[in-house]
């Protein structure tokens, strides 16, 4: 018994080393995340293995592991840009992206932990200003913001790719004007829009004259015509069957054969 505790302390002092090294070389990497793994003694970041995945690792304690967030992830950028005409433009963007999975190891060697702030928002900034400035504030503000949008996309992409960075999409939420030039947009975008429809109420109207001036004239050739085929023997053929049918009628009527002018029947009495 007086030996026990000269035994026990050693073995705890070797189960404490053993919770501290198994509390060094364990890393949990969550859902979403991957890990590089750094080598104090074998050649630094590891970059030509895929990064650790998600779930339960032991690593040696000397070593350590740098965890990213791989799923798609979204950033905010408010900028102050210029128009062709250099008027200042506030533009309110975000970007979707998420870094290249396999080339996790090399990002973390070249860009570092934040990759965002040194690479990705630099670059939606350039390509902004350089797409905007194409651009006058009326394009902005009406008809071409999804054209912006798909350049800054297209610009953006274009150096993204090779900095180990996957973007997969650039929303432009809001273009701010300065208010006495959205007035002024706004103003000449009424009178434009008056304008064609005072237009199309011009058109509209010499349409529906045209369309009655078709219809007199129609009018007017068919009168022409059917004057001209009206002949004296055919109006006296034409009253004499009139005669007769009202000569059929019950009410009591005398009628002279020939007794109207051009020898059309004349009808006396109608009760």
Do not use: C
Request: glycine residues 8%; charged residues 25%.
């Amino acid at each position: 018994m007086d030996k026990l505790p000269k035994i026990a302390l050693p073995v705890i002092f070797v189960l404490i080393a053993l919770v501290i090294l198994i509390s060094k070389s364990a890393v949990t990497i969550g859902s979403g995340e991957a890990g590089v793994l750094y080598k104090t003694f074998g050649g630094g970041v590891v970059t030509d293995e895929p990064p650790m995945g998600e779930g339960f690792h032991i690593v040696a304690p000397w070593n350590k592991v740098y965890i990213y967030e791989v799923r798609q992830q979204e950033v905010f950028e408010k900028m102050n840009v210029l128009s062709s005409n250099g008027l200042d433009i506030k533009l309110d963007a975000s970007a979707w992206f998420q870094p290249q999975f396999n080339e996790l190891g090399k990002l973390h060697q070249e860009k570092g932990e934040d990759y965002v702030q040194r690479v990705l928002l630099p670059t939606i900034r350039s390509a902004a200003r350089s797409v905007v400035g194409r651009y006058t504030p009326e394009q902005l503000y009406s008809s071409k913001r999804d054209a912006i949008q798909a350049e800054i996309f297209d610009e953006t992409k274009k150096i993204v790719e090779g900095e180990y960075i996957q973007l997969n999409e650039i929303l432009v939420r809001d273009v701010t004007l300065p208010p006495t030039i959205k007035d002024a947009i706004e103003r000449k975008l009424k009178q434009e829009q008056e304008s064609l429809e005072y237009e199309f109420r011009l058109v509209t109207a010499k349409k529906e004259a045209e369309k009655v001036t078709i219809e007199a004239q129609g009018k007017a050739d068919a009168n022409r015509i059917l004057s001209a085929s009206l002949t004296d023997k055919i109006l006296q053929d034409k009253g004499i069957d009139a005669t007769l049918k009202l000569s059929e009628s019950p009410n009591a009527k005398v009628i002279v054969v020939g007794g109207g002018d051009a020898g059309l029947p004349l009808i006396l009495g109608n009760n």
